[in-house]
């Protein structure tokens, strides 16, 4: 009878504690830790609201008793201002490992292509195997490093090295190389970047201290027009107008060419191309980059208005059917509208609205809006071009890229969730395999090789909310590169990012974007956001002034009705582009509150397998 009398006294304790729990918020509120955001958890999988794909991403939920804990722990870690002290030490973290990089090419490795931090050398074509398209396609025996990094070293303020490497990519670099390339990785490192240099030392009002040059006779923008007459035999002999992808820069298009394109490579071409056509007043250039992304655009699916990832040049048949946002497409559509941007044509706008709405109707899983309602998170799959059915289950690093277009354009709440979603994957292994799994919660493809994409995006995201979640991003992908990748001549390509064995390479994005975004991300007094200027990013991180320059072109050749003007849109109307009244902004009452709210972190984190 003693056993019944403890376990009847046990479960009158409990009544009570239960009881007195229950009245503690009414009697002392201070007492009592509230969640910032009501919120239920989504349905589990074949619950009535689930969505169809919920089952392959839906990690099952704890209650709410484990939410509001993870809710809490994600708001004391995110959640309040960013000491500046703090921030000041992170961008000068940012600063010495662009320093630290730069220097280890110059000193070991110029004037070859790259640098190999594991052992300290320089790296150039591979010229005993010209299939290893790798290092081929990027590496053309002209400093490429160098030239890439040119405007990194402006926006730091270095103005004393910029000058020096201007004057060495003048005097030592030639294009005038047997040397067979491809032609979107040559416009965009090499062309973007002598373009971009050229723009900030013949800006009068030099934002960024005196970056001139003595002397200075346009040295860089006649290297670029060099540089461009040796890409233009890509775009001839081809029935379609799409260009071939690879050009020898001494004689032209090789004879055992290959016919197929990826549809980025073929149609991220206008941006640079069209800057130097309106700098020199010469429409060449403008015209083929145009006359491909329009080629392109006709071959979309009469279905589904959606363009797949490879194409045959002569035929115009498709060759790769699937259609995403990743290798292969990706900046095809930051172009379209980076493109309206810079030169105000209004058909690049109407080219870009169609496939952002494309892209949402047929790639976007998940719940309507980011941060309510219930359902799996906003995701963009890999799907048929013609059907839009699913065609795989992973996603790849260049995708990360897409929550800064999302920015661009106004649709900053669903950039939050999406962005948050590639941070959870990168909480996860310290960085961004190439390719991830997200049902089989494993990387595909488990390689890094330093890609900027999601610091981007990152730097973007806090220039549209000013949240500190941002700056803390930040935080953990420049710990994450400093602990993992640090070599001892430079940063190194993860060769797989849970073991963080490292490969014996830096590319040179590293210099002219990773380090550059994370830079950006910790300098608020940076020129860039207080001179009063508007720039945009090239693909490859390049700075652009937007200016009238590049707004007035010279020729009536390129698209009907501009002489009316009703093909552009004027000066005073560009504020438009980034800061529509249609705007999908975030409230500033959530300034200091995490972006999204802590039950959907909690959500993305168990999607990923983080917890």
């Given at each position: 009878?003693?056993?019944?009398?403890?376990?009847?006294?046990?479960?009158?304790?409990?009544?009570?504690?239960?009881?007195l729990l229950a009245l503690l918020p009414a009697l002392a509120p201070g007492l009592c830790l509230r969640r910032r955001f009501p919120f239920t958890f989504p349905p589990p999988p074949g619950a009535a609201g689930s969505s169809h794909w919920g089952s392959l991403l839906w990690r099952g939920g704890d209650g709410g008793g484990g939410a509001a804990a993870g809710g809490d722990?994600?708001?004391?870690?995110?959640?309040?201002?960013?000491?500046?002290?703090?921030?000041?030490?992170?961008?000068?973290?940012?600063?010495?490992?662009?320093?630290?990089?730069?220097?280890?090419?110059?000193?070991?490795?110029?004037?070859?292509?790259?640098?190999?931090?594991?052992?300290?050398?320089g790296r150039g074509p591979d010229r005993g195997?010209?299939?290893?398209?790798n290092i081929n396609d990027v590496l053309g025996n002209y400093s490429l490093t160098l030239i890439d990094a040119l405007d990194t070293l402006a926006v730091m303020g270095n103005s004393s090295e910029f000058q020096?490497?201007?004057?060495?990519?003048?005097?030592?670099?030639?294009?005038?190389?047997?040397?067979?390339?491809?032609?979107?990785?040559a416009t965009i490192r090499v062309l973007g970047s002598l373009l971009s240099a050229h723009i900030i030392i013949t800006d009068t009002k030099q934002p960024f201290g005196d970056m001139t040059i003595k002397d200075y006779d346009n040295e860089l923008l006649h290297m670029a027009h060099d540089l461009a007459v040796r890409l233009l035999p890509a775009f001839e002999n081809t029935k379609t107008g799409i260009p071939y992808p690879r050009v020898n820069l001494k004689n032209g298009v090789p004879p055992d060419s290959n016919n197929e394109t990826c549809t980025a490579g073929a149609g991220s071409l206008l941006v640079e191309f069209g800057i130097l056509s309106r700098l020199l007043g010469d429409s060449t250039f403008e015209w083929v980059a145009r006359r491909a992304v329009k080629a392109l655009w006709s071959l979309r699916s009469n279905n589904t208005g959606l363009l797949g990832n490879v194409v045959n040049i002569q035929t115009g048949h498709w060759v790769g059917k699937q259609s995403g946002l990743g290798a292969g497409s990706?900046?095809?559509?930051?172009?379209?509208?980076?493109?309206?941007?810079?030169?105000?044509?209004?058909?690049?706008?109407?080219?870009?609205?169609?496939?952002?709405?494309?892209?949402?109707?047929?790639?976007?899983?998940?719940?309507?809006?980011?941060?309510?309602?219930?359902?799996?998170?906003?995701?963009?799959?890999?799907?048929?071009?013609?059907?839009?059915?699913?065609?795989?289950?992973?996603?790849?690093?260049?995708?990360?890229?897409?929550?800064?277009?999302?920015?661009?354009?106004?649709?900053?709440?669903?950039?939050?969730?999406?962005?948050?979603?590639?941070?959870?994957?990168?909480?996860?292994?310290?960085?961004?395999?190439?390719?991830?799994?997200?049902?089989?919660?494993?990387?595909?493809?488990?390689?890094?090789?330093?890609?900027?994409?999601?610091?981007e995006s990152t730097?973007?995201?806090?220039?549209?909310?000013?949240n500190p979640f941002y700056l803390h991003v930040g935080m953990d992908i420049l710990q994450s590169l400093e602990k993992y990748t640090k070599a001892k001549c430079g940063y190194a390509t993860l060769h797989h990012v849970v073991e963080k064995t490292k490969e014996d390479r830096m590319e040179s994005f590293f210099l002219s974007e990773t380090c550059k975004y994370l830079y950006l991300l910790f300098d608020e007094e940076n020129p860039v956001h207080k001179s009063g200027n508007k720039y945009m990013f090239t693909t490859e991180g390049h700075i652009v002034s937007v200016d009238e320059?590049?707004?007035?072109?010279?020729?009536?050749?390129?698209?009907?009705?501009?002489?009316?003007?009703?093909?552009?849109?004027?000066?005073?109307?560009?504020?438009?582009?980034?800061?529509?009244?249609?705007?999908?902004?975030?409230?500033?009452?959530?300034?200091?509150?995490?972006?999204?709210?802590?039950?959907?972190?909690?959500?993305?984190?168990?999607?990923?397998?983080?917890?």
């Open positions: 009878m003693q056993w019944r009398s403890v376990l009847l006294g046990l479960l009158l304790l409990r009544l009570a504690l239960q009881a722990e994600y708001e004391r870690r995110y959640s309040g201002a960013f000491p500046p002290q703090l921030r000041a030490r992170l961008r000068d973290a940012a600063r010495g490992m662009f320093v630290f990089s730069y220097d280890s090419y110059m000193q070991h490795a110029f004037p070859r292509d790259e640098l190999d931090p594991l052992h300290c050398r195997d010209p299939s290893n398209l020096k490497a201007v004057k060495l990519v003048i005097d030592t670099v030639s294009f005038d190389k047997d040397s067979t390339v491809q032609v979107f990785e990706d900046s095809f559509y930051e172009y379209l509208l980076k493109s309206y941007i810079l030169f105000g044509e209004k058909e690049d706008l109407e080219m870009f609205n169609d496939a952002y709405q494309n892209i949402q109707n047929h790639l976007r899983r998940g719940r309507e809006a980011c941060n309510e309602g219930e359902g799996d998170p906003p995701l963009y799959v890999n799907v048929n071009m013609f059907t839009g059915q699913l065609m795989n289950t992973w996603i790849d690093s260049l995708q990360a890229f897409f929550p800064g277009l999302q920015v661009l354009i106004g649709d900053v709440e669903d950039a939050i969730c999406l962005h948050a979603f590639y941070y959870a994957i990168w909480k996860r292994y310290g960085a961004l395999p190439e390719r991830y799994n997200w049902q089989l919660q494993a990387p595909d493809v488990p390689f890094y090789p330093l890609r900027p994409e999601l610091v730097y973007l995201l806090y220039q549209a909310t000013k320059r590049f707004r007035n072109s010279l020729w009536q050749d390129i698209l009907p009705g501009e002489e009316d003007g009703s093909g552009k849109i004027k000066p005073n109307e560009l504020k438009a582009v980034n800061f529509s009244s249609n705007c999908n902004r975030v409230p500033d009452e959530r300034r200091y509150l995490l972006p999204l709210k802590s039950n959907y972190m909690r959500q993305i984190d168990r999607m990923v397998g983080l917890i």
